[in-house]
T-cell receptor
Framework: AQRVTQPEKLLSVFKGAPVELKCNYS??????LFWYVQYSRQRLQLLLR??SRESIKGFTADLNKGETSFHLKKPFAQEEDSAMYYC?????????????FGTGTKLQVIP | GAGVSQSPSNKVTEKGKDVELRCDPI?????LYWYRQRLGQGLEFLIY????????KSGLPSDRFSAERTGESVSTLTIQRTQQEDSAVYLC????????????????FGPGTRLTVL
């Protein structure tokens, strides 16, 4: 069965320090992975997807199939990065795409 | 147009009462999802609707929970005989058709309904 694991419930870093939010997955097929973010008092929204290989707000994430990981990274954390981050896996379920979310990591950037 | 909307935004109820939560997806979005987010915890999948296919109800925690969807529009999540552990934010999301042969379609989330069971 598919699973998304985010081992850290809370990650605190100082402003300007590097950030790495961990995500591991298990899925027998070809995965499509994403990061969603929820800022305080805002809606949950898509941050980035692995197929785009994009950098959004300085964040990047590389899919490592060997390690089944999709860690989210940013070289220098900013206070506005403080939010809840969810890793998600899109997979085939009965002919349609279903998304499984991890339990989330709260990122706290300390000024 | 407008994004996903949910109502009510807040609901306080007494233990044992039934509640009904509503979700209006983005027009044209055939896929609709319900999630539960308990305080301090992550997203918990509840149910998924896709077009005319049978819904995926595998995430519903008990038979007190049910959901309906009218065509490809409004959905209601009903919780019968509410319990205190049902207290949470209930999130709805919608996306365009999500055939597995096509690229992933982004899920757009509503603002949620905060349910408090006293």
């Amino acid at each position: 069965a598919q699973r998304v694991t985010q081992p850290e419930k809370l990650l605190s870093v100082f402003k300007g320090a590097p950030v790495e939010l961990k995500c591991n997955y298990s899925y027998s097929g070809s995965p499509e992975l994403f990061w969603y973010v929820q800022y305080s008092r805002q809606r949950l929204q898509l941050l980035l997807r692995h197929i785009s290989r994009e950098s959004i707000k300085g964040f990047t994430a590389d899919l490592n199939k060997g390690e089944t990981s999709f860690h989210l990274k940013k070289p220098f954390a900013q206070e506005e990065d403080s939010a809840m981050y969810y890793c998600a896996l899109s997979h085939n379920s009965g002919g349609y795409q279903k998304v499984t979310f991890g339990t989330g990591t709260k990122l706290q950037v300390i000024p | 147009g407008a994004g996903v909307s949910q109502s009510p935004s807040n609901k306080v109820t007494e233990k044992g009462k039934d509640v009904e939560l509503r979700c209006d997806p983005i027009s044209g979005h055939t896929a609709l999802y319900w999630y539960r987010q308990r305080l301090g915890q992550g997203l918990e999948f509840l149910i998924y609707f896709q077009g005319n296919s049978a819904p995926d109800k595998s995430g519903l925690p008990s038979d007190r929970f049910s959901a309906e969807r009218t065509g490809e529009s409004v959905s209601t999540l009903t919780i019968q005989r509410t319990q205190q552990e049902d207290s949470a934010v209930y999130l709805c999301a919608s996306s365009r058709v999500s055939d597995f042969r096509s690229s992933y379609n982004e899920q757009f989330f509503g603002p949620g309904t905060r349910l408090t069971v006293l």
